[in-house]
């Protein structure tokens, strides 16, 4: 199954480079950069001056729906829920398509200083949960595992940067590790 992912508005292509290489090693899969011209416009909060992940995912799917295997939208926009205030990402559970967002993942966003490296370990570790979530996985408990909660930036960094055994085996029938 391909994972195909689709920048939008995402202006470091080194990190897209590693983000791409990083994903074909992991999964069993093709993984493909695609350009998609999303409709952002409609999601933007004038109020919250964010994006709404949801209406992104779904000015998304219209143009995508037609293309076989997951899609992760790529983005360096600060998304949101109105339940939230904000989100690092947001997916289908059992579906194709899923979002990250670079914005609050960058250490830039907390501390001034830059950090490739850690930018590339979180963005990985939210698009690992993301992607997990197209595959039908909840949530985990276990702090080691990619599929646990993540509401701060200080519960990226502590979780594991893989699934578990047990996500893992729920999802071994897709072929994709």
């Known amino acids: 199954m391909d994972i195909n992912v689709i920048p939008i508005h995402l202006s470091n292509s080194g990190l897209l480079d590693d983000i791409l290489f990083e994903l074909s090693q992991r999964f069993n899969s093709r993984v ?10 409609s999601a933007f909060s004038i109020e919250r001056k964010q994006f709404f992940s949801t209406q992104l995912l779904s000015n998304a799917i219209i143009l995508s729906d037609n293309i076989n295997g997951k899609i992760l939208l790529l983005t360096e926009f600060d ?24 914005c ?38 276990n702090w080691d595992c990619v599929m646990h909660a993540s509401l701060s930036i200080e519960e990226v960094d502590i979780k594991g940067n893989q699934y578990c055994k047990t996500c893992v085996a729920s999802i071994e029938g897709y072929k994709i590790f």
């Open 104 to 141: 609050r993942l960058h250490e830039e966003f907390y501390s001034g200083r830059s950090d490739h490296n850690l930018l590339l370990e979180r963005a990985l570790k939210e698009i690992l949960h993301e992607i997990g979530h197209n595959f039908g996985l909840k949530h985990c408990l």
């Open 79 to 102: 998304l949101y829920v109105p339940a939230l205030t904000f989100v690092f990402g947001e997916a289908q559970l059992n579906g194709k398509h899923s979002i990250v967002s670079l």
């Open 32 to 41: 493909n950069l695609i350009e998609l011209d999303v409709n952002i416009e």
